[in-house]
């Protein structure tokens, strides 16, 4: 189990990141941000992640949108990559 992850949502011009903390006992805590496509931001995105001491991610592998996150996560952040097809058939 993670105690640190995050969860993206890939769009074409921006990504929505939502971090989940969960405590010993089992208390959630998210905290919600979203950023553009550009490398700034993403690389804004990963700073943040690292601040939060998020290095377990999982984005949405559809399309072809995904691979510039990738690109710029991948050094410091652990990235799952999961089709959205897939997910959808586990809720």
């Excluded at 890939?10 to 208390?27: N, R």
């Excluded at 998020?54 to 089709?83: F, H, Q, R």
């Amino acid at each position: 189990m993670h105690h640190v992850f995050c969860g993206v949502d890939v769009h074409k011009k921006f990504v929505i990141a939502t971090i989940v903390s969960t405590t010993e006992t089992g208390i959630a805590q998210y905290k919600t941000k979203r950023f553009s496509t550009f490398n700034d931001e993403l690389n804004q995105l990963k700073d943040w992640l690292l601040e939060n001491n998020c290095v377990e991610l999982c984005m949405e592998s559809v399309g072809k949108y995904w691979i510039p996150v990738y690109n710029v996560l991948e050094d410091k952040i652990t990235i799952t990559l999961a089709n959205l097809k897939y997910i959808k058939a586990i809720n």
